[in-house]
Nanobody, 121 residues
Framework: QAQLVESGGGLVQPGGSLRLSCAAS????????IGWYRQAPGKQRELVAI???????DYSDSVTGRFIISRDNAKNTAYLQMSSLKPEDTAVYYC???????????????WGQGTQVTVAS
């Protein structure tokens, strides 16, 4: 199984920037997808950004042009650079991984514990 370590959350003013990171470790053969979903109070969890093993990305329309996701394959780590942050970006951001396990050759989906991002003056 894999372990996820998330970091980078915090409080930032509107218009500011934050960078989230998510590092996956363990028995991972292929990290197919890694990225973030977020959930704001009273709202459903939604996709933020996902990057695939071929570096193909998917973004929510609400963050396109402001957020950039990247990955370091040597570290099995993804980064989410968030710029021009808005109060509506306030949410708990959950790292998500989709991978093939090295020991079983089966596909797994894991969620991180989440990190709080608060955008406020």
């Amino acid at each position: 199984q894999a372990q996820l370590v998330e970091s980078g959350g915090g409080l930032v003013q509107p218009g500011g920037s934050l960078r989230l990171s998510c590092a996956a470790s363990g028995s991972i053969l292929t990290l197919l997808r890694i990225g973030w979903y977020r959930q704001a109070p009273g709202k459903q969890r939604e996709l933020v950004a996902i990057i695939r093993d071929g570096s193909i990305t998917d973004y929510s329309d609400s963050v396109t042009g402001r957020f950039i996701i990247s990955r370091d394959n040597a570290k099995n780590t993804a980064y989410l650079q968030m710029s021009s942050l808005k109060p509506e970006d306030t949410a708990v951001y959950y790292c998500y991984v989709d991978f093939v396990g090295a020991l079983t050759n089966e596909r797994y989906n894991y969620w991180g514990q989440g990190t709080q991002v608060t955008v406020a003056s």
